[in-house]
């Protein structure tokens, strides 16, 4: 839906040791613009290169303040890779993810994820194709291909998390699980409070996972204790 | 407690505000405390067809008041001259299209909790039912109306296209809105060719049959055939809104026939205990 929001806030660059092939793919006109990009593409790796020093393998670091890349503040996460193959042994993949920083606040929650789909795409790589002193041209179309489909998760994962957790909200509720969508939807005709002593005992061990969830609240009254959907 | 009746369709220009305004029209001069809601922010049309009795500029819409903290729902309820019908208008098309573009998801959150707060205060006033004239397709806006139903009509000109888009928003909606509460979904055929070619009956009856059997498998009962009347086509076109009432004398049998339908539902459900 808001895919173009999403994608521009986002870079995205490899690097193959320092010295070695690097590549970048980026979505930020602001960031890599015509005249200063390769500037800031130039920066924007030895930052990927200093990254890779001492950073433990498939974890995603970060994210680092990134203050030199260009007037408005970014961020940096970046995660390292090494192919355990035969003759690679000194090669690292670091892949930088590079974001401003005012929403940082969007990528916290979808960190665990974001890590999880570095590691099935990279490790999906043809590391055959890289060798220490050069790569393939064909290891840049399948990083291409990598980037293009990490960008899709990225911003799929940053919309569902950004969309609120709501009983109000018909996308999120008809994702419940079945109990907690039935009790939910009857919840949801109550907007001002129900009773909590009109659910049955089931209901209201269902009641207390929407209440962990965040999606009901429960207040004292004369009458007892009411439930107020949220 | 009272009856929410949405009518929607899956198309434009089925014929959902002229059988919201004749339903309502039916039920309060059958003695019932009536309230229209015009529920298609899109092309909002009640307002062409009963003339509010004050100023437009002094009007307050439904639209305005769904996102405003400050409107009371006396505030929006319009008398008309039918002396038990009330009705809420939503604001002219110019302002309804971009403000359906700019409000978010969370708008249409606060609007759905809004809405089902609203409907228990029209209840509490004393109406016996709310009618609202839904909006074409789903759009929150839309599935937000359907929420509020008790009982749905479904308006559908007898053209395959329309139908089959019909069959797919009927499941859509029904697995979201199953198990949420009692609800009753009927079908109304609207606009049927009327002939006398015993070809074209032929032709009509297999068509409208052969639906049946689907609409019967999708849990929907056809709750009236509404023939195309060409009479009432060409005063629309005339716009004599302020006859808008006696206009629809046209289609009272069927109104009547979905009244019946309604009231036996009702009771049904009484016998049930709900
Ligand atoms: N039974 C009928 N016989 C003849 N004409 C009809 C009939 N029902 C509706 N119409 C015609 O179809 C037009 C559309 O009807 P109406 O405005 O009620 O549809 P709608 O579904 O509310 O449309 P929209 O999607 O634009 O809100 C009317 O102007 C009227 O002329
Ligand atoms: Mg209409």
């Known amino acids: 839906m808001n895919m173009v929001q999403y994608l521009e806030d986002v870079v995205a660059i490899l690097n193959l040791e320092s010295s070695g092939p690097n590549f970048y793919h980026n979505l930020n006109s602001e960031l890599f613009d015509i005249q200063a990009k390769m500037l800031y593409a130039s920066r924007a790796i030895i930052l990927c290169g200093l990254a890779n020093q001492r950073s433990p393998e498939k974890e995603l670091q970060g994210p680092v303040p990134v203050t030199e890349l260009s007037s408005s503040p970014y961020s940096f996460y970046y995660f390292q890779l090494r192919p355990h193959l035969k003759g690679l042994q000194n090669i690292h993949l670091v892949i930088g993810l590079i974001f401003k920083t005012m929403n940082k606040k969007k990528f916290k929650p979808i960190e665990d994820e974001l890590e999880a789909i570095l590691i099935s795409s990279f490790e999906s790589l043809d590391f055959s194709l890289i060798s220490p002193e050069s790569a393939d041209p064909k290891l840049k179309e399948q990083l291409n291909q990598i980037f293009e489909n990490i960008f899709v998760e990225i911003n799929s994962l940053l919309e569902s998390s950004n969309s609120e957790k709501s009983i109000f909200n018909l996308g999120f509720l008809v994702n419940l699980s079945g109990d907690e969508s039935k009790l939910a939807k009857k919840l949801m005709l109550f907007p001002d409070g129900l009773l909590l002593n009109t659910l049955s005992i089931d209901e209201q061990n269902t009641l207390n996972l929407l209440e962990q969830k965040g999606l009901i609240e429960k207040h004292e009254s004369d009458e007892g204790i009411v439930i107020i959907p949220q | ?274």
Do not use: C
């Open chain 2, 1 to 274: 407690m009272g009856t929410t009746i949405t009518i929607f369709s899956t198309r434009g220009g089925s014929g959902k505000t002229i059988t919201s305004v004749s339903l309502a029209s039916t039920l309060s001069k059958m003695g019932y405390k009536v309230i229209i809601i015009d529920g298609d922010l899109e092309a909002p049309s009640l307002i062409h067809l009963i003339k509010p009795q004050k100023p437009v500029a002094d009007l307050n819409y439904w639209t305005d008041y769904l996102g405003a903290k400050n409107l009371k729902v006396e505030d929006i309820i319009n008398p008309t001259k039918l002396s038990n019908l009330s009705i809420i208008y939503s604001s002219p098309p110019e302002i309804g299209k971009s403000f359906l573009s700019k409000n978010s998801q969370r708008w249409w959150q606060n609007a759905l909790r809004k809405s089902l707060t609203t409907q228990k205060k029209l209840y509490e006033i004393g109406y016996d039912f709310i009618i609202i004239d839904n909006q074409s397709g789903t759009s929150l806006n839309s599935v937000n109306n359907m929420i509020l139903a008790d009982v749905s009509l479904l308006v559908v000109r007898p053209a395959s296209y329309g139908v089959g888009a019909a069959e797919v928003f009927i499941q859509e909606m029904h697995s979201l809105l199953k198990g949420m509460k009692p609800r009753k979904d009927f079908f109304v055929w609207n606009q049927v060719p009327v002939t006398d070619n015993p070809e074209e009956k032929t032709l009509l009856n297999h068509f409208l049959s052969k639906w049946d059997v689907k609409i019967e498998e999708l849990g929907i009962e056809v709750a009236t055939v509404i023939p195309f009347d060409h009479m009432l086509n060409l005063q629309l076109l005339n716009e004599i809104t302020n006859e808008i009432f006696s206009l629809t004398i046209s289609m009272n049998s069927s109104m009547l026939e979905i009244v019946d339908r309604i009231l036996k539902y009702q009771n049904q459900q009484k016998r049930n205990g709900n």
